[in-house]
């Protein structure tokens, strides 16, 4: 999975997406997921980052990581391994 590169994320949380001129805000622990996916790391690699830092539990973090993918994928900010091989 990967961002999709014409997708704008400041520093602040907010997502643009120039070819549909939508925009949107995320809190400090999406920022840094999103970092985290541009820096190609593995959802473990990315689990391991978040439970280290914030103080949750394995079974949260899933959840709420894989309803965050969701979004982004549902608002075409991110595309999946198949479509970037296409």
Sequence with gaps: MKLRKNVAV??????????LGESFSVNPIGVEILKLIREDKSVDQISHTILEKYNTDKATFEKDYHDFIGILYNHNLIETNEETND
């Design 10 to 19: 400041s520093e602040a949380g907010l997502l643009f997406n120039p070819v």
